[in-house]
Structures are given as C-alpha cells and as structure tokens.
C-alpha cells in the first residue's frame, strides 16, 4: 500500500465509526491532504468544514505555541477533534456532539500515529 | 524464550483486521500455538462477522485453544490501544499447560453450572501452579431496561419488601433471560471456584458501551451470553496475581439504608428517597441531571463508591441513576452487601490516578517472580473513558512495572473479578492482574 493510500485508508477506518462523520488531514497552511466523509453529509457539516480550513493555521500556531497535541472545539451540532500528526499536518475529525470523545480520542491518537508513519 | 507474543490491529473491516494479526502474532510463533486470547471491539456488531473472524483465525493457526470477547478497547504490550479493531495474545511453551477452554451459555441464569465446568478443569489439572482466567457478559441496559424496572418503585414494592424480594428476584431473572442486567452472577462463580478450593483466578465481563452487544469466543463459538475459561498451569512458572483501583480521592460517605436484595435496587439511602439523596450528596441539581439524563433513554448517571466488606475490604461498586427511576441500581452482589455494615464512600477517580494504580496492580502482581514472561489484565472500561488518549500511558505504566518487552495485554471490562489467595474479589472501577514468569531459581536458594 503506498502512502497516499495508507492515509486514505486510516481516514475511511475513522469515518466508519458510527459517530464520526469527517475525517480530514491537513497542512497547517489550510490545504487539505486528504480526507473521508460519510456518504451522507448535511450543509452544516460543511460550513463547520468550512470553519476548520478556514482556522486551521491559527488552531496549529495555537498548538505549537502551547505545545498541545490535542484540541477540541464544539461547534453547532459537532465536536472537532485536532490531532498533532508531524510538524506541517493535524488530523481533524468531526464527530456528532454526542460522541464518546474519550473513545475517540483514543482512535485519533492512534490514527494520527499510523498516518504520521506514512509521511 | 519467549512464551507469548502480542499484537494489535485496527481496520474498519473486521476481516482486514482479523488477516493483519494472524499476520503479526501467528506468523511470528513458530508453528502452532498453544492457546489463543483474542479480543476484539464491539463496533463490528454482527454475530456472523465475529464467527467468520474467529473461524479464520481457529484455521490459520491450526488451534481450536481460543478464549475471547468484545471490549470497548483493546491493547497489548507492543501497540498503543485501538477501539477499532483486535488484539491477540498467543502462546506457546513446553512449560505453560492450558486445560481446552469450556464455556457455558446463559450464565446470567445459571451461573453455578457455568463455575462448575470451571471447577471441573482445575481438578484435572496436577500441575503444580494453577491459575483461571474467565469471561462472562457484562451489563448491559438497552433502551426498555430502567423501564422495565419501574415496578421495582411501586408502593407494593417499597411497604412489602419481604415478599416483593421474590418479585425482584423474577424481575432480574427475566432480564438476565434477556441478556441484560448487572453482572453479580459472576460473584457466584467465584464463591463456587472458591468452595471448590480454587485459589487463584482471574475474571471480566465483555461489554460494549453503547449497550448493543457484547460477544464471548471459545473455539469457533461466538456467544451472547455466556461465560468462557480455562485454566493455565505449570511446573516452573509461577503465577501473581493483584488487583487496586484509585483509592486516593475520597469524598462524602452514606449509608445504603433499604433495597431490594434479589434485584440490586436500592430504595433508600441516609433513609432517604434514594435517587434524590444520592443527586444530593453528589451535589447535582435535579434540574440539571433531568436536562442532561431525561432526553436519552438509554443514558444514565453513573459514580463509583466503595463498601467496605468484612471479607474483601474497601470494595469499588458503581450506582446507577436514571430519571424514570426512584431509587438506585447498585453492582454490589447482595452476599456482599449482607456482610457489610452498608457504609459506603465516594471515591473520585483521575487520569493519573488511574494510572498509577495500573502501576501498583502490575507490580504487586509481579511481586516474587523474578523474570516475568507474560502479563495479561482486566481494566475496567471506566477507567478506559477517565484515561481517554491517555490509556496509552497506563499500559506504559504496566509495561515498566514488569520491565521491557514483557508481552501483556489489556482488556478494557465491565466488571473485574478474581480469587487472589482464596479471596474473592468482586469489584468495579478497578484493574485485576495476572503475571506468570520464572520466580526464585532453585539454584539460587542451595546453600552448599
């Protein structure tokens, strides 16, 4: 498998999780690697879509700055997960509001981890 | 040389996970192995899928030797936690004896003929160190279970406690016929493995925190209901086992004044209602608890608080709260509560906390044994959420208790048991251990 398909891959494990509906990984410029959707998809996803490559530079700075690994935004009817992956790209994943983050949490970290592999 | 290997895989297809860890931990045993833990997340959720996954795995290894369930997460020694996928613990030794697993279906209803098979195995076994390892269902509450249990509320109920115990008492068979209720059956199991002279086990419950399904594996079998076990045996090594929980935040205390015994429901607490007193106590204004509880049938409020009891000590049991509910579900077996003087005590856990406790169990665990060769542990899923991304660190924690490199594994529960030293113990919130190794050489110990 090579890398583009390995990240595509752990990104579609992530969206298959019944409360997941994004998965996404960006560059810290806003630019979008790669990313999974569920086949489903509601205009307020994207605007909070939206609002994460719109803030994802500020978000990284934020993290380099305060040297986080992880942040979480509630927004609307979702909750946003930010993953450090390497020092240029986030794993972002966008969940229900009534999702496990703890459960999720841990799948972030340990897809983070996998996709930082193929980088 | 090593005696298991560890691995942990994750996919959203069970079958791509289930081929990556025959790749992994079968193919780096050299031949056949002799014994299989295998345990796999529950969000796969078809029974067949789960067959089909273990039919794979009995082929691919040439051994039918398996044990395993789902679990909201699950690790081992050499990969972080997934709560997507699998992990497998396979072994092979001349010097590890594994009985052929047994397993039981309906324990919830019957749990002494399920101890019995158990108790069976351990008197086959002459080896002269023994330990158990079981699994059973764990609690599971869908969405009609709390109203299912309203007329545990009635006037009825509360005035005729006596005759109504009965009543109870077919109320939680008819949930346990249903595949859903506490797990205080497994208490049994230990009482029976105990008055069998079985010294030494360790047990947990599958579950799935969404409450849909939870699966038992022996051999090809998947089940729904029922409990699995074997035992390991040897000559040379030796088998540790502990368990703890994070006893180091304890708050208010209240007494567990009147309830149903058959049932684990309980009607007052400080003689008073017991939902309001426990909102009270916990300092949660009803209103708040209503907003965030009421919406969501299913949801509940769950604490962790500890009993002291003559036999086992200070005993973790989680309360229930609902708001279609009066009183209070309690995980604290009614042979347990009888023996103590009903005082119990909140205990708040942390991330760290949690933490180190998986640190304390590990090391008590591997106390007395010298060259550790496996660990294998039951941490509650409770715990599993307060860690969240942090679980990482608490199997790093273990993993620098018994020293690199020693494979172990983790299964995320819902409900710990063991029998450490003859004593049962029966607990929530908490991590159970089991570590086998080499302890003191007998060259060592000549004296020329």
Known sequence: MNSKQGILSELHDLTHLDEVEAAMLFRIDGNVVDSSFKEEYSHKLLRTIQWCKANVDKVSLEMKSGNLKKVTYELNEFCVIFYVVNNITLLTTISSKNANLSLLSIESKRKALLISNYL | ?448
């Open chain 2, 1 to 448: 040389m090593q005696i298991a290997t560890t691995g942990t895989t994750s996919h959203r297809s069970i079958h791509a996970a289930t081929k990556q860890i025959i790749n992994d931990v079968i193919g780096d045993i050299n031949g056949t192995p002799d014994f299989m833990i295998v345990a796999y997340t529950p969000n796969y959720r078809e029974k067949e899928e789960y067959e089909k996954a273990i039919a794979k795995i009995c082929e691919e290894s040439g051994t039918q030797n398996i044990i395993g369930g789902t679990f909201p997460a699950v690790a081992t020694s050499n990969d972080i936690p997934t709560t997507q996928g699998c992990s497998l613990m396979a072994f092979k030794s001349s010097e590890l004896s594994f009985q052929p697993p047994v397993s039981y279906s309906n324990v919830r209803l019957n749990p002494i003929k399920g101890a019995e098979k158990l108790v069976k195995l351990f008197k086959e076994d002459k080896k002269k160190n023994k330990t158990g390892f079981f699994l059973t269902p764990g609690p599971n509450f869908p969405p009609d279970a709390f109203n299912d249990m309203k007329m545990l509320d009635s006037i009825f109920a509360h005035k005729f406690r006596g005759m109504f115990n009965l009543v109870g008492k077919l109320i939680n068979r008819n949930m346990g016929k249903n595949g859903y209720g506490v797990t205080s059956f497994a208490y049994k199991i230990l009482k029976k493995l105990l008055e069998n002279g079985v010294s030494n086990t360790l047990g947990g419950a599958t579950i799935d925190l969404d409450m849909l399904s939870c699966y038992q594996f022996q051999g090809e079998n998947v089940f729904q209901n029922a409990m699995v076990g074997t035992t390991f045996s040897s000559d040379k090594l030796d088998f540790g086992h502990s368990w703890t929980f994070d006893k180091s935040q304890r708050s208010k205390t209240f007494e567990i004044s009147k309830g149903l015994k058959s049932s684990s429901y309980v009607h007052t607490i400080n003689n008073k209602p017991a939902q309001e007193e426990f909102l009270n106590i916990i300092d949660i204004p009803k209103d708040l608890y209503e907003e965030a509880f009421k919406g969501v049938a299913y949801a509940s409020l769950l604490y962790l608080s500890t009993l002291m009891s003559e036999d086992q000590g200070n005993l973790p049991f989680v309360s229930v709260c609902h708001p279609i509910l009066e009183g209070v579900i309690s995980t604290i077996p009614e042979e347990i509560l009888d023996e103590s003087n009903r005082i119990a005590e909140f205990c708040t856990q942390s991330g760290i906390g949690v933490q180190k406790s998986a640190y304390q169990c590990a090391k008590a665990a591997s106390q007395g044994i010298n060259n550790p060769a496996f660990g294998l542990f039951i941490n509650c899923s409770n715990r599993l959420l307060i860690a969240g991304d942090k679980t990482e660190e608490e199997n790093k924690m273990i993993e620098e208790a018994l020293g690199a490199d020693v494979p172990f594994m983790t299964l995320y529960s819902g409900g710990e048991f063991s029998i450490i030293n003859h004593k049962p113990i029966y607990a929530a919130v908490s991590v159970h251990g089991l570590v086998a190794g080499y302890g003191h050489s007998p060259q060592k110990n000549v004296v020329f």
